[in-house]
């Protein structure tokens, strides 16, 4: 039979080209270009198979159309070989690409040996990077060249921390650590964002990773260190404010959204849920924003996520509140 020396020739064809694959991706040594290698290979697959039934379809939607109004279809009782071959050829696909999405997957969760390794914190609504040199920053992920690994972490709900130049993401879950890494091979910007709606303020969730070639890393580390314990300034403050998420929940304009307004909040009276009342100091704006559930402003609810920040850091905030008029 003709028909199944052609199969059986149209397998061996498919089957050798499964190591060639596999083999292929685990070259790669990089995500990106891997993810990159493997969206468009199933971009193809999909193209072809899509050719293939339109143009089918169209071919027998008018070869086979009925001529005369009495006309009777032809009945046919199956065909074996082709039936075989359209279940198959399928499978024989889909084996291929599970194999080159295995092969792509390990890569993506072996960390290269000596890639620089740095943890990430998401909360809402923000990141707080901490580095193994004992420096901490907000929403910029500074980074050498090379292999990056990402230890990521939640401190209130789940996250994802996503980097679409390098093609990864990763959900930052609370109560355990994942991660993700990417290989920085130019220096430059890229943006983070959050790709889990994970509050009000998501849209807020945004930072960048800062790629630096090793010399400047190393000397951007050294000076970060020294300047650590800057004192409080409104301006850091703002940076703070801004980048913490603060402002998808208090306005600076007045306008109340789901917590109080910013706007002249240093020295104003304030009426709580229990029914006492104070005037809002440098102490009450602190225990605000670590303890925040203690104080509870009359007519919203006690929703808002302690904060960690360094004493100089809340400094900042208190000077920068002090400019919100
Ligand atoms: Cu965090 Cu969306």
């Known amino acids: 039979m003709r028909g199944k020396k052609y199969v059986l020739s149209a397998l061996a064809a ?5 190591p060639t694959f596999s ?6 040594a990089d995500p990106a270009r891997g993810w990159d290698k493997h969206f468009t290979l199933w971009l193809q697959v999909s193209a072809v198979i899509w050719v293939f039934v339109t143009v089918l379809l169209l071919y027998i ?6 001529k005369k109004p009495d006309q009777v279809g032809e009945y046919i009782e199956g065909n074996l070989m082709l039936e075989i071959m359209w279940t198959i050829i399928p499978a024989i696909i889909i084996i291929m690409l599970g194999a080159q999405s295995w092969a792509l997957f390990n890569e993506f969760r072996e ?10 914190e998401g909360f809402q609504y923000g990141y707080e990077i901490k580095y193994n040199e004992g420096i901490k920053t907000l929403n910029e992920l500074v980074v050498p060249t090379g292999p990056v690994k990402v230890v990521l ?3 209130d709900v789940i996250h994802n921390f996503s980097v679409p ?12 650590t994942t991660y993700l890494w990417f290989n920085a091979v130019k220096q430059g910007e890229h943006k983070v964002w959050c790709a889990e709606l994970c509050g009000p303020g998501h849209y807020l969730m945004t930072a960048k990773v800062i790629v630096k070639s090793k010399e400047d890393f190393a000397a951007w580390i050294a000076q970060h260190k020294t300047g650590a314990a800057a004192a409080p300034s409104a301006d850091s403050g703002k940076t703070l404010v801004e980048g913490s998420g603060c402002i998808a929940c208090h306005s600076l304009t007045g306008d109340t959204g789901a917590g109080p307004s910013l706007k002249g909040i240093f020295g104003r009276a304030v009426q709580f849920e229990d029914g006492t009342s104070a005037t ?10 670590t303890d925040p559930r203690v104080k509870v402003v009359k007519g919203f609810q006690p929703m808002m996520q302690p904060y960690t920040m360094t004493e100089a ?3 900042s905030v208190v000077e920068y509140l002090k400019t919100v008029k």
């Open 14 to 18: 498919i089957l050798g080209a499964i």
């Open 23 to 28: 083999a292929e991706a685990a070259a790669v």
């Open 61 to 66: 939607i008018f070869k086979f159309k009925r």
């Open 111 to 120: 960390v290269p040996a000596g890639a620089y390794e740095v943890n990430v």
């Open 153 to 155: 972490s939640s401190r």
């Open 165 to 176: 130049d390098y093609r990864v993401r990763e959900d930052m879950v609370p109560g355990r």
């Open 280 to 289: 809002s100091d440098e102490a009450y704006i602190k225990q605000s924003i």
């Open 313 to 315: 850091e809340l400094g």
